[in-house]
């Protein structure tokens, strides 16, 4: 009889634990211990290696719910875009990447990439011809990350599968802002998946940590330059952030609700002048996105008028707080120009389109009543 996949909450819940075979605890156990036996053993295990008992499990959650062979746990997300692209990428290869994605992510590119003689092309838009006009003969990969952080645009998977796989070029995406409960990109033929486990895994703004799911076959390529680079996770925090995992289905729905309603309600504010949100009906991209994703997340940028003095807007906020991250059950708020996106510089922001008055808004689980209310509040501050 075939292996039905289980419901996601199942997954989140169980896939990846560790049976407490001498106590029967209700939870895995952490094992702590940074030294295990060498000889008479099938495995040789070493945090540094991602192959302690609690990496090791919670891989097999990460694989699980992005319908992957294989997942790995990384000390943070940059350190699994990092060692997922040099897994890949040769001196004389060449990566195609899209036009927007974080900020975090493109300043590796351009500041270490040509260290390596890895030659790169952003696209100049999201469309097929924006890729394939980027495309070279040494070309082995193409980044995306989609939906975009911030002005969450919606790059077509599909579409990048269908160029990238006649010519052999792996396909990585970020898949951090939509997480494995709205999309799992596999089912467009992406090859690796890649997650900053900080946000919507950990949602608790208390873990740092990165994922990345893919076949097995690309797993080994990835853990042999993991292991020479170093970008492990400590067995405690692999340990909590499985347990956050188990919420992780729940949270994100939630989050998912609470985001369209304050979409809307943004939308028709006389301070506001544009919102950037995948679920709205005259978002361009919003045929695709209800195409490739389960759930519009619960992220969202809008863009106020020049007349709204954004300091004062965002200091008198009392219940969303100024975060530098995201994802998490408390809505937070920031302005990318000032944070998130701050290394891209100010020329570089406005060719991405990133204007001085956008605010990126991870909404919570809060109710949106108390959300409105302190939106209102500031903005009859200002």
Not at 72 to 85: K, N, P
Not at 118 to 124: G, P, R, S
Not at 293 to 319: A, I, P, R, W, Y
Request: hydrophobic letters at 40%.
């Amino acid at each position: 009889m075939e292996n039905k996949r289980p419901g996601i909450n199942t997954i989140c819940t169980h896939v990846g634990e560790i049976k407490d075979e001498q106590f029967k605890g209700a939870i895995s156990p952490l094992y702590m211990s940074t030294s295990y036996a060498y000889e008479d053993v099938e495995v040789l295990r070493y945090p540094r290696y991602f192959n302690t008992p609690n990496q090791e499990a919670l891989g097999k959650k990460v694989a699980m719910l992005e319908k992957c062979e294989a997942g790995m746990i990384f000390g943070s997300g940059m350190a699994a875009v990092s060692t997922t692209l040099l897994a890949f990428l040769h001196k004389g290869d060449h990566v195609v990447v899209q036009k927007t994605i974080y900020g975090g992510a493109y300043n590796f590119i351009v500041e270490e990439f040509p260290k390596y003689g890895i030659e790169f092309d952003f696209t100049e838009g999201f469309s097929e011809e924006d890729f394939k006009s980027k495309i070279k003969e040494n070309t082995k990969v193409i980044y995306v990350e989609t939906p975009s952080n911030p002005l969450m645009l919606i790059t077509d998977l599909e579409m990048i599968t269908n160029l990238a796989k006649p010519k052999g070029i792996v396909t990585m995406i970020d898949n951090t802002f939509a997480s494995p409960i709205n999309q799992t990109p596999i089912d467009f033929g992406i090859d690796i998946m890649i997650h900053s486990a900080t946000k919507y895994m950990g949602g608790h703004s208390d873990i740092c940590a990165g994922a990345v799911a893919a076949s097995e076959e690309h797993i080994l390529k990835i853990w042999n330059v993991g292991k020479n680079l170093g970008g492990s996770l400590s067995d405690y925090t692999v340990w909590l952030l499985e347990r956050s995992m188990k919420t992780m289905a729940i949270r994100v729905r939630a989050q998912n609700q609470n985001a369209k309603k304050m979409a809307r309600w943004l939308q028709n504010h006389d301070l506001v002048k544009k919102v950037y949100y995948p679920g709205l009906k005259d978002h361009p991209s919003y045929a695709l996105a209800k195409k490739q994703m389960k759930g519009f997340t619960g992220m969202l940028s809008f863009e106020v008028h020049d007349e709204v003095d954004l300091n004062q807007f965002m200091k008198s906020l009392k219940l969303i707080k100024q975060s530098m991250s995201l994802a998490g059950v408390e809505s937070t708020i920031l302005v990318p120009a000032k944070a998130s996106h701050f290394l891209l510089g100010e020329e570089e922001r406005a060719k991405q389109g990133i204007s001085e008055n956008l605010m990126r808004f991870s909404v919570g689980i809060e109710s949106t009543k108390d959300l409105k209310e302190d939106i209102t509040q500031a903005f009859n501050s200002l």
